[in-house]
């Protein structure tokens, strides 16, 4: 039983991480913008969150650091998409590929750093209880933002009118424009805002997932936070859901192995990707499910007066 309260406090960690990122990603396809460049994203906010964690030995101005990187780059992608009308997979590429240099020559003299001892987190009372408290009341507080960012997305999305326009641009962007919205500006709104939960997930991941800095470190998470949107057919308690279901999926197979089953370790490596190739291929199949609920115009660009 112990080590399964273990493996599910280590679900709970890992998929918080994927969590965050598709949370934010969610965003900026509900608004009709896909953004390919999560990984970089969040490569770029890692080694600025682990640099300003170094520096400061404050934890929560690394989050800053991570979102403020993130938000920074998602605006420059914004940018070039929404106002030039470039092509979004292009681009979200292009800036993926940058991520993945510039945070390998930012991070050059900090491969060797090391943070202080992590600070260890837990619920009164509630962490004391059998399995569910360790498994459950013992996590970082992003644990539970994720839990509550889910929840406050939801609320957002269904129940406010703010959430209900942001829709509507993804939806109809013309419609949107046609009403007086400013799609455009709206639209770079949500891509800065899902750029900075990238942002935060990457810092996560160098300053309390793994605390040190790693060429690469972000190992293909943001591709599968980009992969966890469609699973989740763009809704928020679903994401959560699945950045659990392939949180578990990653931390099995360093069970497995602590547990000495023979099984060669590049085929456990392979296990969240499989498992992401599997379910897509599974949704994939029901076509109307997925068109019903995919907004309308994501991945279209708009232009004012057209």
Known sequence: MDAL??????TFNAGTVLAIA?????????AGIVNLGAEGMMLVAAIAGFATAVHTGNDWLAF?????????MAAAFGVLVIWLNTNQYATGL????????????AGISYTQEKLTERAHFEIPGLADLPFVGPAMFRQHPMVYFAVALTIGLAWFLYRSRAGLVLRAVGESPE???ALGYPVRRIRLAAVMVGGALCGVSGAYISVIYTPLWVEGMIAGKGWIALALTTFATWRPARVLLGAYLFGGVTML???????????????LTMLPYVATI?????ISRNATFIKVNMPASIGKPFFPGS
Not at 5 to 10: D, E, K, N, Q, V
Not at 64 to 70: I, K, W
Not at 257 to 266: A, D, K, L, N, T
């Open 175 to 177: 419609s949107a424009h």
């Open 278 to 282: 599997v379910v897509l291929v599974l």
């Open 94 to 105: 292009a800036l993926s590929l940058f991520g993945a240099g510039f945070s390998a020559f």
């Open 64 to 72: 800053a650091a991570g979102a403020a990187a993130g938000a920074l």
């Open 253 to 267: 197979q360093f069970h497995l192995q602590g547990e000495g089953v023979q099984v060669p370790s590049q085929f």
């Open 22 to 30: 598709a949370l934010g990603l969610l965003i900026n396809e509900r």
């Open 5 to 10: 309260a273990l493996l599910l406090a280590a």
